[in-house]
């Protein structure tokens, strides 16, 4: 998450790159790092079973990939910085929001 969600600044870079190529190839940098820490931890890594797989897929969509496309998008009417106050904010909203 530190890896992918941290690139706000990065995401300037990528407005003229095509957009699901570099998202694909960030998340599998990513999921290598995360596999090489856990085999690191000795940490077993379990394979997802039937509907884990649904929402697996629900939360890379909607959590992973639409908030990168909406940051990179967002970065290029936008200073990277204000881009990055609203991801840091967002955690905060959800927090207060959400009881309600």
Sequence with gaps: ??????SVTVSRSLVDAPLFGVQAVRYTMAALLLFGLARLARVPIRTPRGREWLW?????ATGLVLFNVAVVRGVAHAEPAVIAVA???APV???VIGPL
């Design 87 to 89: 991801v840091a904010c």
């Design 93 to 95: 909203l959800f927090g």
């Design 56 to 60: 697996l897929a629900g939360v890379a």
């Design 1 to 6: 998450m530190v890896l992918v969600g941290s």
